[in-house]
């Protein structure tokens, strides 16, 4: 997994590109604070040919974002790549932060 932080200098905005690798995989999406954990707004990430799920969010910069990966729309992974992780009592497991 990974993320890839670009910083836009026109707009107080950073694109991020989440990288998954999943194979087996049939779909994998990202949800987070930044779409209120909302699976049906959540960002679908596109499947290369080397079975990598990719795809860019614009997010506001100087703020932190809790997320997560739901594989095939049943499973949630961590980003082992996160700038840190926080306890989610909701879910009962640590969600992925991003800081901006």
Known sequence: M???????????VCKVTF?????????VAVVGS???WNTKKATKLKKLK???FKGTLD???DNSYEFRYLVD???YQN???????AWNDFAGAENSVINL
């Open 34 to 36: 930044f779409n209120e």
């Open 73 to 75: 729309g049943k499973s």
């Open 59 to 61: 997010l506001e910069k």
């Open 19 to 27: 990288s998954v690798p999943a194979e087996e995989a049939k779909s």
């Open 79 to 85: 980003d082992e790549q996160a700038d840190s992780y």
């Open 50 to 52: 080397n079975g990598t």
């Open 2 to 12: 990974a993320i890839k932080k670009q910083y836009l200098k026109s707009k107080p």
